[in-house]
Nanobody, 120 residues
Framework: QVQLAESGGGLVQTGGSLKLSCTAS????????MGWFRQAPGKERELLGA????????YYSNTVKGRITISRDNAKNTVYLQMIDLKPGDTAVYYC?????????????WGQGIQVTVSS
């Protein structure tokens, strides 16, 4: 059974930073590209960015480019989302996902999501 478990969310002040982690089990981690999504209340889930299988390549949405960094540690089956200069508009539930495809990222597995709230 595949499980993706996010951690590290919570409440942060505007301008602050946060690092989310997502640990995977039940799959061969380095066979999957990993991505981070978020969904704010009343909005569609959006892809923030993804990282390739060995971590040698990443891409990011223009919405958050320059403020986020995605990295992975295949020895720990973990992917990370580092966010800086957080704004109230970043308040959302954040999800990690695993995909067999990297550039055409289509989530095969989802985490349960974790809340990030940015206070003004």
């Amino acid at each position: 059974q595949v499980q993706l478990a996010e951690s590290g969310g919570g409440l942060v002040q505007t301008g602050g930073s946060l690092k989310l982690s997502c640990t995977a089990s039940g799959l061969t981690f380095n066979n999957y590209a990993m991505g981070w999504f978020r969904q704010a209340p009343g909005k569609e889930r959006e892809l923030l960015g993804a990282i390739a299988y060995a971590g040698h390549s990443t891409y990011y949405s223009n919405t958050v480019k320059g403020r986020i960094t995605i990295s992975r540690d295949n020895a720990k089956n973990t992917v990370y989302l580092q966010m800086i200069d957080l704004k109230p508009g970043d308040t959302a539930v954040y999800y990690c996902a695993a995909s067999e495809a990297y550039l055409q990222f289509g989530a095969d597995y989802w985490g349960q999501g974790i809340q990030v709230t940015v206070s003004s």
